[in-house]
């Protein structure tokens, strides 16, 4: 016989604090909202491309040379406004607002060479209690890992004390990790809270590793500043190298800085055309080698992001390429004007570049100043002038304050 028909249900009794109606009015306007988001993403901008801006015809600031250096990679502003220098060759000074030198022993070997040695300097947000500074370099030897050292300096004697390595790409001489090969990352920014360090790891011009779950090339990673594992980062639960990744998918990143608002934000250089500056989240795969605004030094192309939306994409982009290197968000007094914008040496276009943000996500390329030099990074002084250094054996450090101060 045939199967009973099921009659409806009875709709659910009314909560006594609810008015009929309600739970439906409820559930339409979470709908709304839903559709309302979907068409949000659907309908975001999509990046900018600033590689064909023009330089800026003028300068609004004077520009000072200070001291000179063999190959400087970065500076770090200690708190009585003296500064530390690296040179990739390997290197390390403290240098006065005036230009005067001090070299400083006990800074580990490196290997120098193309994109390779002495790199990054950190003061540790604890400094005032514990003068320690963070280095990255590329390791002595046939490993040539990259590698975040911590140590006391000792500005009394001018030496590092009881150096440390607290991290490298392969610990267990992996041979995959290190390697001859140039785009070794290694900058070093501390969240703002002083809790965390961040570090960017390159490819090491082997394009597959930054999609290797089981290196730590082509990554920024996430630690705390003694090196160990925050239990709350993406895959820490996996260890290994997993345990420490934030991002994937990098290819070249030699900037990292936290804005006002409390974003971390990251550029990278990509190859023929396709640099981007990014907003870092964590867990976010941002593509390469599948993807990129640019394509291989061969001519062959590269699939564009939108293609594969799993990626996070980024909010600029430049092609032709600046080739970007070192960041700071500028906070101080000197430049009101420019108090939120970040600032961004350029290296192909040999410029200073400032990048202006919405407030909302979105960024543009405000200005762009030709150096006349390649510029490999910028800093914000005590007193909120600029400082950059130029990329070359006799690179300049440069103090930029407003053009109308004598």
Request: aromatic share 8%; with cysteine; net charge positive.
């Amino acid at each position: 016989m045939p199967a009973p028909s099921r009659l409806p249900r009875p709709p659910a009794p009314l909560s006594p604090r609810q008015p009929p109606g309600a739970r439906w009015r409820r559930r339409l306007a979470g709908a709304a909202l839903l559709v309302a988001t979907l068409c949000a993403a659907s309908l975001a901008a999509p990046p900018r491309n600033e590689g064909s801006r023009p330089y800026d015809k003028s300068h609004p600031f004077t520009v000072r040379s200070v001291a000179t250096f063999d190959l400087p990679w970065a500076l770090a502003f200690l708190p009585d406004g003296r500064m530390l220098v690296t040179e990739k060759t390997g290197q390390l000074y403290v240098v006065t607002a005036q230009g005067a030198k001090r070299r400083i022993a006990g800074v580990p070997a490196v290997t120098y060479s193309g994109q390779n040695g002495l790199l990054d300097v950190a003061l540790s947000p604890a400094w005032r209690d514990d003068q320690a500074i963070y280095l990255t370099y590329v390791e002595a030897g046939t490993g040539a890992n990259l590698a975040l050292a911590r140590a006391r300096l000792d500005l009394d004697g001018a030496a590092l004390r009881d150096l440390r390595v607290i991290w490298r790409a392969t610990p267990d001489g992996n041979p995959r990790g290190g390697g001859k090969g140039g785009q070794p990352g290694g900058i070093i920014a501390f969240s703002p809270d002083g809790r965390y360090l961040f570090l960017t790891s390159g490819d090491r011009m082997r394009p597959e590793t930054a999609q290797d779950n089981d290196l730590p090339l082509g990554k920024v990673l996430r630690m705390f500043p003694d090196g160990g594992t925050p239990p709350d980062n993406p895959w820490a639960e996996a260890g290994g190298a997993r345990a420490l990744m934030w991002t994937m998918g990098h290819r070249n990143p030699y900037g990292l800085a936290y804005a006002p608002d409390g974003r971390l934000w990251l550029h990278e250089m990509g190859p023929m055309g396709g640099d981007k500056l990014s907003v870092e989240a964590p867990g976010k795969n941002h593509g390469w080698p599948v993807v990129s605004y640019g394509d291989n030094y061969n001519g062959t192309p590269i699939p564009r992001p939108p293609t594969h939306p799993e990626f996070q994409e980024p909010v600029l982009y430049w092609t032709p390429v600046i080739a970007p290197a070192g960041m700071i968000f500028y906070r101080g007094d000197m430049f009101p004007q420019w108090r939120g914008s970040a600032f961004i040496g350029a290296l192909r276009a040999q410029a200073l570049v400032r990048v202006a943000f919405d407030g909302q996500g979105g960024a543009r390329e405000a200005n762009r100043w030709n150096m006349g030099a390649r510029i490999r990074a910028v800093a914000e002084g005590p007193d909120g002038a600029l400082w950059l250094l130029e990329d070359s054996s006799e690179g300049r450090l440069l103090r930029l304050t407003p053009a109308q101060e004598q």
